[in-house]
Structures are given as C-alpha cells and as structure tokens.
C-alpha cells in the first residue's frame, strides 16, 4: 500500500509563458519561476479552475477517513494522513487508497491489511458475502511509468533556457524549441528526446545558447542555433515581441514502451505481493489513475496500435494469484470514474457477474474527481501536500432583476474573505485573490462595480456551496437605487 507512485504526465502541452501575474500572488509567483520546476507546470497549475489541491476535495477526503477511523489500525491510519500532507505523487496514490477504502466499507464488510499469516500484507479482503465460497483479496496500487520523465527531461530544459534568457537580460517568451526523438539502444520500443543528460543541460546551454544570446543582445534580430552533437539534437529559436513560447517533440510518454513498462512491471510487483500474504482464495488487483497516459486507451482504443486488455489477459494467463485486474480511471465528459474489470479465463461468468456488481456499487461510492489525475500532480507538485488551492475568481455576470431593472451578481472566494477579515490576507491579496484587480483592464470586479459612473446597490448577499474545498460569497447588485440617485 506504501508504493512510490511515478508520474507520467497524461498531455504534453504547448509551453506558452504565463502572461498574467497569477491571483496566487507576486512572491509565489517569482518563487516558482526561480526554482526548478518549469514555467509550463506552473502555468497549468495556476490555470484559474474550480479545482483544488489534490484528486478529490479535502471535506471528503476527510470525511471518509473518519468513517474509516475504527476499521483502520492507528499505525495505517497514520501513515495514510502522513502521506496526504507530503505532496506530490505520493499524496495521490493516498487519496486514492483512502477513498477506495472508504467505498467498499460503505458497501460491503471488509477488513483493512489483515493477517494471513504470510510475509507481506494485502490492502484489503472482502469477508462477507464471499463470492462463491472465497473470500476476495485486493491489492490497491496508482499507477505511471517509471523513469519515462528522468530520460527525457524537457520541463528542466525549458526551465534552464528560459532563465539562461533571464540572466542575459532578455524576456524569456517568444522561445521556439524543437526536440528530435530517438530509439532507446538498451529500451526496446522506447522513445527518447534527443536531450542531453540533466546534469549536463547547463554545461550544453552555456556552450551552444550563450553565443545566440550574445548575438541577440549585440542586434536585438531574431536568431536560432541548431544543436547536434551525437545524443542531443534540438533547434532553439527566439522572436522578439511574441508573448508565448512554443515547443515540438514526439510523444514519448505514448509510445508502447511506456505502456508496457508502466503496468506489466507493476501487476508483478503486486502478483508477487499478493502470492506472499498467504491468502489462496481470489485475487486482485486495482490500477488507480495516475496520470499515465495509457487509462486513455479504455475511452481511445485507436489512439495507439498498443492493446492493453491484450497484455492484461496475458499476464492473467501466466499467473495463478492473481484473478482479475480493475482499472479506475477518470473520465473527461463528464468528469467522473470509471471502472473496468479485466478476468482470468479460470473465473467462471457467473462470479465475475457477482464481482462486477459488487464492483459497480463501490464505483458509484466514490467521490466526483475535481480535475484529472496528471493535473492533480502537477498542483500538488507546486504546492507540496494536500493543502487548500489558492483562491479563484469569477468574473461578473449580468441580468435583470423581475423589475427589469439591470443587475449584477460577482462571487468571491468565501475563504479569501475570511482570511482578509481575520487579518491574514492584505487588501492587495485580497483584491488579486477575488478579482478585483481595478487598475487591470476587461470587465473585473473593482471596473464593474465602480466604473460607468453606476450607482450600485447590494440587494442580496448569500452562500453558494461547491464541491470542492471553497465556497462562493454571491453578491447581487442593481442599478439606479433610488437610495443612490437623483430623484427622477
């Protein structure tokens, strides 16, 4: 249950630099951009969404540990809240044992790392209502690929050319880089960015980068360079006045080694884990979305020649400890979770039909995901922990009241406000936080509210609840109040 989950990131986006101070504020802002993670993770992450810190909400989060509070052993119970506060992958793969935890005791008597007298523990084993006379070992695991991200390390490329273009004193968008890819010479399948080595990417900046940048400074013209020198082969490129960034390279976190590599490894981990408990009844295993690309598959077969219902089946017909193997991914539209059991040809239809209710009722106990699995990482990354998100705004709505007099409703972060009242968050916080932001142009709050020459009036206030971990405070405004305006 303590597996090191790896992260491959689902979507490689276009790296375009943030062009907004984001709402997190301007010392947040200029830690990020002066550490090592890249300036694309922290765009994403500070993408204005109704999203939080992690997978799922933290209310619910905390709501099923409570109600696995006296099923759980104290030292389980620990080291679950322990790695929900630590951050990064390892939150995740919490977040999902806690919730799944929390669904099958909500369905179905069950006991948590039980004794069965072998050399390791199982995550859980169904007691009751045993199907067809065994009870039903389940080994819970969140899944990626290993080492994918450390051979092909673009996010701490993009990072160190774009301060390398700092440090010159020029802004660091309107960057062009295109990677070539190669074949991995001891990695069948594997696709690799022809990139040099993370400790050796200052040492090629400075040898290939530094001279177009000297350039740059001494004309002020676009330039590029081309760099190919045995593994590494890349073309960087810089046009003044862009307010983006750009990027091309192959998808290596898609190719059928990574696939490959990030289940088969990981279903003989647990098929191993599982054959050492002693348990000798059914068994399976549960593979949570991390953020691998390959839970795209179940929705998008076609995207890739790569079947992996295939190579379950396979690893099913190799093994006798293990049964079944159930996928939890998140799915896009709408945004919820979906389950799908792959069997063993030696688990007879009529048990798998028991099993895919079961299954099922559990499925529609867990919570709504507030994003997707790779997004969650990439937050939880920057923020480190399952902490609170930093606040989001609206912009303002318009409409007409039944007078038919114009109104307009702004909401605002109920924590924001609570933080600013309680002294913790200064008006400029505050005034970012909430949209307010008067000196910025568009249709923000502080413009709506006090431009036009209106005369506003507040008419309602009241709390509006969300699933996530923070409320809206709803302000409803009309226009010519007479308590305001000249007699007419």
Not at 339 to 368: C, G, H, M, W, Y
Not at 449 to 459: P, R
Request: charged content about 25%.
């Amino acid at each position: 249950m303590s597996d090191t989950t790896l992260y491959l990131s689902r979507a490689r986006l276009t790296d375009n630099e943030p062009t907004y101070q984001s709402h997190i504020g301007l010392a947040a802002y200029d830690k990020v951009l002066t550490s090592r993670l890249s300036r694309r993770a922290f765009r994403s992450a500070t993408t204005p969404r109704r999203d939080r810190m992690g997978l799922f909400s933290r209310r619910r989060t905390q709501e099923a540990l409570d109600n696995l509070r006296f099923i759980l052993k104290a030292k389980t119970l620990s080291d679950l809240i322990a790695r929900l506060e630590r951050g990064g992958l390892t939150t995740l793969s919490a977040e999902w044992e806690v919730t799944i935890f929390d669904a099958f005791c909500r369905c179905i008597a069950v006991e948590v790392e039980p004794l069965l007298g072998g050399q390791s523990l199982i995550d859980l084993l169904i007691r009751e209502e045993a199907i067809d006379g065994s009870y039903i070992a389940i080994e819970v695991t969140t899944i990626t690929n290993e080492n994918i991200e450390s051979l092909n390390p673009i996010d701490e490329f993009w990072s160190r050319l774009r301060a390398a273009f700092e440090k010159f004193g020029l802004p660091s968008s309107g960057i062009h880089l295109s990677v070539s890819s190669r074949f991995h010479l001891q990695r069948k399948n594997a696709v690799v960015l022809a990139l040099p080595s993370p400790h050796l990417i200052d040492e090629s900046i400075k040898k290939h980068i530094y001279p177009m940048l000297q350039e740059i400074v001494a004309t002020g013209r676009p330039s590029y360079r081309r760099i190919d020198d045995g593994e590494t082969k890349l073309l960087v490129a810089w046009q003044p006045g862009k307010s983006t960034n750009s990027s091309s390279y192959g998808g290596f976190d898609r190719s059928v080694y990574a696939y490959q590599n990030a289940l088969v490894n990981r279903l003989n981990e647990k098929r191993k884990q599982i054959k050492r408990s002693g348990h000798e009844g059914l068994s399976g295993i549960f593979v949570c979305d991390g953020g691998a690309s390959f839970f795209e598959l179940f929705a998008n077969p076609r995207t890739s020649s790569y079947d992996i219902r295939s190579d379950v089946q396979g690893f099913l017909r190799q093994t006798n400890s293990v049964h079944f193997v159930s996928f939890l991914f998140v799915t896009t539209f709408p945004r919820s979770i979906a389950i799908e059991t792959i069997f063993s040809a030696s688990v007879p239809n009529s048990t798998r039909l028991k099993i895919e209710t079961l299954f099922k009722k559990v499925s529609d106990r867990l919570p709504q995901p507030l994003t997707d699995p790779s997004h969650a990482v990439r937050i939880m990354k920057f923020l480190g922990g399952n902490k609170t998100w930093p606040f989001d705004h609206s912009y303002p709505s318009f409409g007409r009241d039944l007078t038919g007099r114009e109104s307009i409703s702004i909401k605002v972060p109920a924590a924001a406000v609570v933080k600013f009242l309680g002294g913790k968050m200064t008006f400029d916080e505050f005034s970012r936080a909430a949209g307010f932001s008067w000196h910025q142009p568009g249709e923000t709050h502080g413009n709506v509210l006090m431009g036009g020459g209106k005369q506003l009036s507040l008419s309602d206030v009241r709390l509006r609840r969300t699933e996530s971990d923070d409320d809206w405070i709803v302000f409803d405004f009309v226009d010519d109040d007479p308590a305001n305006t000249k007699f007419r």
